[in-house]
């Protein structure tokens, strides 16, 4: 009987709701599945020119696979001509360096094939999806189940109608899809603060509105919201 190693089942990363793989990708008979899951878990980041630069554990998290699992699969994609690595020193990163132990790869999908032209600085500096959450690199979080909640049923419906009304203003703002089980302890915290959901997706919907206007980026917590509109 042929042995089986335990898969690692990490926390899953909020992320956009759509994933453009190569078309031929899908047709592939011979591409392992994992393979396969790589390569949309790199296309969930990209931006409409094909380019991302997630870490390995973010891309680890969404297949709930190792670092070097990973990077075995990505080795594959390249050799394969669905991906390539563009060059560091040809293609920088703005902003400030990201303090890890691991460099960060700048990807580009290929869906004409390895003919596919290196993309120019415009194409490769166009904004990045706002809907992928991002990892750090020296973390990796391994999921738990969700605590049970002390007290009442309705104190239990209360503290998801928080949480539930945050995901659902991040939605509404912006398109991306945010599970309510991964904000259940700051949804508590604010209902001991007095605060109702009605008040949090109203803050949430307004907030996520400014901060992609001015910022291109997304409130993380419930938390966030609540200090930057003022309810906590």
């Known amino acids: 009987m042929r042995s089986t190693k335990p898969v690692i ?7 956009r709701l759509y994933s453009v793989l190569p078309a031929k990708a899908i047709q592939d008979d011979f591409l392992h599945a994992t393979t396969l899951r790589v390569l949309g878990a790199i296309c969930l980041h990209t931006n409409k020119y094909g380019i991302c630069f997630p870490s390995r554990i973010t891309l680890g ?30 293609y920088r990163l703005k902003g400030k360096p990201r303090k890890s132990k691991y460099a960060t790869n700048r990807y580009q999908v290929l869906y ?7 993309p120019s600085m415009e194409q490769f500096y ?40 945050f995901c659902t203003g991040i939605q509404t703002a912006s398109s ?43 409130p993380i917590t419930i938390k966030e919201v609540a200090k930057k509109t003022g309810l906590d």
């Open 9 to 15: 089942v990490q926390s899953k990363p909020e992320t």
């Open 61 to 90: 998290r969404h297949v709930s696979r190792t670092p070097k699992t990973v990077s075995f699969h990505v080795a594959r994609l390249i050799k394969l001509g669905y991906i390539r690595k563009l060059q560091k020193r040809d």
């Open 112 to 118: 004409e094939g390895k003919k596919s032209k290196l």
């Open 126 to 165: 166009a904004p990045r999806p706002k809907v992928a959450e991002e990892f750090p690199e020296d973390k990796q979080a391994v999921i738990h189940k969700s605590r049970d909640l002390k007290g009442s049923a309705q104190r239990k419906m209360l503290i998801y109608s928080i949480a539930q009304a």
């Open 176 to 218: 991306v899809h945010k599970i309510p089980d991964n904000y259940l302890n700051d949804a508590e915290y604010l209902l001991d603060k007095g605060i109702k959901p009605g008040q949090i997706l109203e803050s949430t919907v307004s907030l996520t509105t400014k901060m992609l206007k001015d910022e291109g980026k997304i």
